[in-house]
């Protein structure tokens, strides 16, 4: 179990949500629509992220080789779950006319999956940061410039696997960094055992654009902010014992660098590069459009601090 437990690092967000319409001046956010996506009826899903003890009796999370395999399968149809509520109809054709292709063609005349431009969609992404594998693969499959996915590099590179705390902890690089501007569109996605995928899509309500982030102040230092990019130019999370001295909040002691380059040893080998793990909640449908929940804070980001499982 000590590649399990040394994958997750211990951290924390807390959001205020209301429904009171006399609160909206001082909202952040509205919240649009909230997509669950729980594969727990499938034993290969609810089995591939599972806490049980090893043959010494100690309890951890074990991480399987179906991981990978479940995870994309959990995107897949939370996308599919997505796409009729925030696509262009442009996007939302092409890709009811690929889903008809594949069911009606032969299977060696299939097209290949299309992947609707979520870019048209969203101006913002807060990715789970579940290891450099995670990011790496939504990056790819989302077709997302490294600007799109930088929060989550950031929050991976700054404060570790923190799990389903790392939406927050992107959306507050986003607010730090990028800034937001009035209807913006944001989009978190992320994955649980279970299995889960989860996505929330919310709308800015005004700009905001807050530099005193407790989590994110430090990368007001541009060798902060650019630490990032030198560090995957010179392979990434992957070379955890050459990662540069941070100067940040929480930075990586030479213990954790070497379990950093374990772990990435173990993604590579069971095909890391293709999904992701741990965070999320339940399964339920979507709320309508225009739901009346709002964010009126995002977090200090060890407002709470929880094991993730």
């Known amino acids: 179990m000590l590649i399990p437990n040394t994958l997750f690092r211990m951290g924390g ?16 956010y509205e919240l649009e629509h909230l997509v669950r996506v729980h594969l727990g009826a499938d034993d290969v899903a609810y089995e591939c992220v599972f806490q049980r003890e090893d043959d010494r009796g100690v309890v951890g ?33 092409k890709f009811a006319g690929s889903l008809v292709a594949r069911a009606l063609l032969p299977k060696s005349m299939r097209p ?9 969609a969203f101006d913002h992404f807060c990715l789970h940061a579940g290891g450099r594998g995670v990011i790496e693969g939504l990056s790819k499959q ?18 570790g696997n923190t799990s389903s705390a790392s939406l927050w902890y992107a959306l507050g690089y986003v607010e730090a960094a990028q800034g937001v501007r009035r209807n913006d569109v944001v989009w978190q996605v992320g994955f649980g055992s279970g299995f889960k995928c989860n996505s929330a899509v ?18 007001q230092d541009e060798s902060n902010l ?21 100067s940040g909040p929480f930075v990586f002691d030479r213990e954790e660098e070497r379990a950093a380059a374990a772990l990435a040893e173990v993604e590579t080998s069971a095909g890391g590069g293709k999904g992701g793990a741990a965070g999320g909640k339940g399964a339920a449908r979507a709320p309508s459009a225009r739901a009346s929940a709002r964010v009126v804070a995002s977090a200090s980001p060890r407002a709470l601090a929880r094991r993730a499982r």
Not at 13 to 28: D, F, G, N, Q, Y
Not at 112 to 120: G, H, Q, T
Not at 228 to 245: C, E, I, T
Request: some cysteine; aromatic content about 10%; proline content about 9%.
């Open 226 to 246: 650019a630490a990032v990019p030198s560090y995957l130019a010179n392979g990434g999370f992957s070379q955890g014992p050459k990662a540069p001295v941070c």
């Open 202 to 219: 919310w709308r800015a309500l005004r700009d905001v654009k807050d530099t005193r982030h407790a989590a994110w102040r430090h990368i």
């Open 142 to 159: 989302l077709g997302l410039p490294f600007d799109k996915s930088a929060p989550s590099y950031n929050s991976l590179f700054w404060y």
């Open 112 to 120: 290949a999956p299309y992947v609707p431009d979520f870019k048209r």
């Open 13 to 28: 967000a807390a959001v205020m949500l209301t429904s009171k319409e006399a609160e909206r001046p001082r909202a952040k």
């Open 61 to 93: 999370v074990e991480l399987n080789r179906d991981l990978v395999k479940v995870a994309g399968r959990a995107l897949e149809r939370n996308l599919t779950k997505m796409g009729p509520l925030v696509l262009p109809l442009a996007e939302q054709l």
